[in-house]
């Protein structure tokens, strides 16, 4: 099977790679229709899939003379790559040039003689082997690798390479010809990670691929991608050349589709003219941070690369000028090397990872626009993407970075079934973004507090008699004792007295103080585990919700993290079940003497462990009723039976003044008796309709209350009601007192007799 991997051609004759002279020429990538192996493959016929590269001149690029120098015609523009990722700024500023560490090449080979790449074996290229003749000696004998080689390391002060001083690997795994397959390519990458630590391989180079994907077709390398990942190796792949051939159709060649790598697609280094590829691809105009028309892309390309047009270093000691994403790809890789080392000098070693670097390049790249200027004949995504600035990326590393910091979080609680929002605050001294995770550590129910319910049998006793010894302890009933627990979270056994400071009571534990607050996460406490408890966050606020079913209490752990350092903080929540309404214990109907005060304590219980509010009211008893004028007038009293029906009218009977009698009947209609008994009691003298509520209870009727002055004087103090009828006031009135835990509310009616 031929696969036909980077198939540059472009109008041209072509030049045999061996015949280059040592001078540049303009030559570069372009693209022509591939073929693409079935994704069915097993891993045996994938391994004899094979690739080819051709390298062809260019026709339509104004090229005014040839010279050490280069095309004169396009010089400025092509020495442009460097200055669009400000190398010669960052040559300027640090001393980062990638000694000690090595990238691996894998390639055509590479042209270690070359004066510019150490000039000899050993030198910058000191180790490598060849995939394809299986042999130990990996000189390229096509230019493609050589090429590369340049961009990642070239110590050319002319055409410097990204880190001009890092060692190279040269891997052979394509032939003179440039066709090779995916077996060596494999067998490659398995040859890094066995020399990866003796070599210091801080990135490999792929400047190869094949197809167009949006999803990877074949998994048969990425096992050996991810041994690399972990052993800190940074991935560079070139993302292909093979936009137009497919239609614009969003995608990336095969293996730059694969996750566990970093795809890299080329932008133009500066203004070329109008270029046309032999694929029908054309770029009409160029200038720099354009997409090259024939880059394939798509949402899975990570970053973007000067890779037209190139000059670089080429066979016997030469350059040649070239494009494609197979130059923009080792500009990363080298890009790579130098940040490794940056990371590895100022103490971030763990950091030195392919993410990591990754999300440097990428935070502090150029964004691009695919279509903002692009002015070609390729469908634009309009996708934004970044472009390499390796200045600014070296800016953010050599700053020290420091951890956010995460603001104290108070304990917390929390209403079954009810979520509970809470504001984040963290700042970070180094301007970086913050993200906040979380997670639910232990939680059911405190182990210490389940312990001592079932051992010690505790219960609710109604109430919790809140501060009877004066400490505002809380109490409950154990099996065979009683118990409190102080503010302090201190569980303490009665012990036959209570000092003030209840030093004289047997402290069992001391708990947090949400037991406290809520004594039934103690008496009714849950066994220990994972709390059913959700996180959620937006922004910085974070969400935490519990089912109804759950009591009890947990601990989360919330992070705030700047992509690299992070801080911590934990606090507990405590669960209450849904508010229950507090109740008020019964109190009894008072007599007070005019004049004189009433004071009554009113002991409220709120099963949640709400704070408590108490309200009075009086009811009636301020303006003269129709009941008590009436019982005014007649002298209405209870003749000791209300002698019930005694005419067989269901009636109800009162004696008046001067022994006369009235009924009620069950209608609410008030009779004087006349001396007649007739059926409709119509011979009965009709006094008043009261209602048959008055039927029900006649001594609204007979015991109908006066009218209390406006002087009544009535207060709350905490938990005690006073109140002060006036001084020439006798007669009776009720009060309403209620108790509130703020959301809901218990009453009782007090009846209030002035002597």
């Not at 130990?136 to 690798?145: E, K, R, T, W």
């Not at 109604?462 to 302090?488: D, R």
């Amino acid at each position: 099977m031929s696969l036909p991997i980077w198939p540059w051609a472009i109008h041209g004759t072509k030049v045999r790679a061996r015949r280059r002279p040592a001078t540049i020429s303009l030559d570069l990538e372009s693209l022509e229709d591939r073929l693409v192996p079935s994704t069915t493959l097993t891993h045996d016929q994938w391994r004899q899939a094979t690739f080819h590269v051709d390298d062809v001149s260019v026709a339509n690029l104004p090229v005014t003379g040839i010279g050490r120098r280069g095309a004169l015609g396009i010089q400025a523009q092509a020495d442009s790559a460097a200055s669009l990722i400000h190398l010669d700024q960052v040559f300027a500023d640090y001393a980062y040039r990638g000694d000690g560490y090595s990238v691996a090449v894998i390639d055509t080979g590479i042209d270690y003689t070359h004066p510019d790449l150490g000039g000899g074996w050993g030198k910058r290229v000191v180790a490598g082997y060849d995939f394809v003749n299986h042999d130990s000696n990996p000189m390229d004998d096509n230019g493609h690798g050589t090429h590369v080689a340049g961009i990642i390391g070239s110590s050319s002060a002319t055409y410097p390479g990204v880190a001009p001083h890092v060692n190279l690997i040269a891997l052979k795994v394509l032939d003179a010809s440039g066709s090779g397959n995916f077996g060596n390519v494999e067998d490659a990458l398995q040859w890094v990670a066995v020399h990866q630590a003796q070599y210091h391989i801080a990135a490999v180079n792929l400047s190869l691929g094949t197809g167009d994907f949006t999803v990877n077709p074949y998994t048969f390398l990425d096992g050996d991608f991810a041994t690399l990942k972990s052993e800190g190796v940074f991935i560079a792949v070139a993302s292909g050349n093979d936009y137009y051939a497919n239609n614009g159709t969003p995608g990336l060649a095969y293996p730059a589709i694969s996750s566990q790598v970093v795809s890299v697609g080329a932008v133009w280094a500066g203004n070329f003219g109008a270029v046309s590829w032999v694929s029908g691809a054309r770029d009409y105009s160029t200038a720099a941070d354009r997409i090259v028309s024939f880059t394939e892309r798509g949402p899975a390309l990570d970053i973007l690369a000067p890779g037209a047009m190139i000059t670089s270093t080429y066979l016997h000691g030469g350059y040649t000028t070239m494009a494609g994403t197979s130059m923009a790809s080792p500009a990363i890789a080298g890009a790579a090397a130098i940040l490794h080392q940056a990371l590895d000098a100022t103490g971030h070693h763990i950091q030195a990872s392919q993410d990591y670097i990754l999300n440097l390049m990428q935070t502090t790249g150029k964004t691009v626009n695919d279509g903002d200027d692009e002015n070609d004949n390729v469908v634009n995504s309009s996708l934004n993407f970044k472009r390499l600035d390796l200045l600014a990326a070296l800016n953010k590393v050599t700053v020290t970075n420091a951890s956010p910091v995460l603001s104290p979080i108070a304990n917390q609680t929390a209403t079954a079934a009810k979520a509970l929002v809470i504001t984040l605050n963290a700042t970070d001294p180094n301007g970086d973004n913050i993200t906040f995770s979380g997670r639910v550590i232990g939680g059911g129910g405190s182990a210490v507090a389940y312990n001592l319910d079932q051992s010690l049998g505790l219960r609710y006793a109604g109430s919790y008699f809140t501060n009877q010894y004066g400490a505002n302890e809380k109490w409950m009933v154990g099996a065979s004792n009683w118990y409190c627990i102080l503010p302090n979270g201190e569980f303490r056994r009665w012990a036959g007295s209570m000092s003030a400071t209840l030093q004289s009571a047997a402290l069992l534990a001391t708990l947090d103080q949400s037991f406290y607050a809520d004594p039934s996460l103690l008496w009714n406490a849950q066994p220990p585990g994972n709390a059913p408890a959700t996180l959620s966050f937006s922004g910085n606020k974070l969400t935490i919700f519990t089912p109804a079913t759950y009591k009890g209490a947990f601990t989360v752990e919330v992070t705030a993290s700047d992509g690299a350092l992070s801080a911590q903080q934990r606090f507990t929540v405590a669960v209450r079940q849904a508010n229950v309404a507090p109740t008020l214990s019964p109190i009894a109907n008072q007599t007070v003497a005019s004049g004189k005060s009433l004071s009554l304590t009113l002991n409220g219980d709120d099963v949640n462990g709400d704070s408590l509010a108490y309200s009075a009211r009086v009811l009636g008893g301020t303006t003269p009723s129709q009941a008590y004028q009436l019982k005014q007038q007649l002298g209405l009293t209870y003749p000791g039976s209300y002698f019930t029906n005694f005419y067989g009218h269901g009636e109800k009977w009162l004696r008046g003044t001067n022994n006369q009698w009235y009924c009620i009947l069950p209608d609410g209609e008030v009779h004087h008796w006349m001396g007649s008994a007739a059926t409709t009691f119509a011979a009965s003298g009709l006094v008043a309709s009261m209602g048959a509520s008055y039927f029900a209870d006649p001594s609204l009727l007979w015991n109908a209350a006066a009218p209390i002055a406006t002087s009544l004087t009535m207060k709350i103090t905490g938990n005690t009601l006073a109140l002060t009828p006036p001084a020439n006031y006798k007669g009776a009135f009720d009060v309403e007192v209620t108790v509130s835990d703020g959301q809901q509310t218990g009453t009782q009616t007090i009846h209030v007799t002035v002597v």
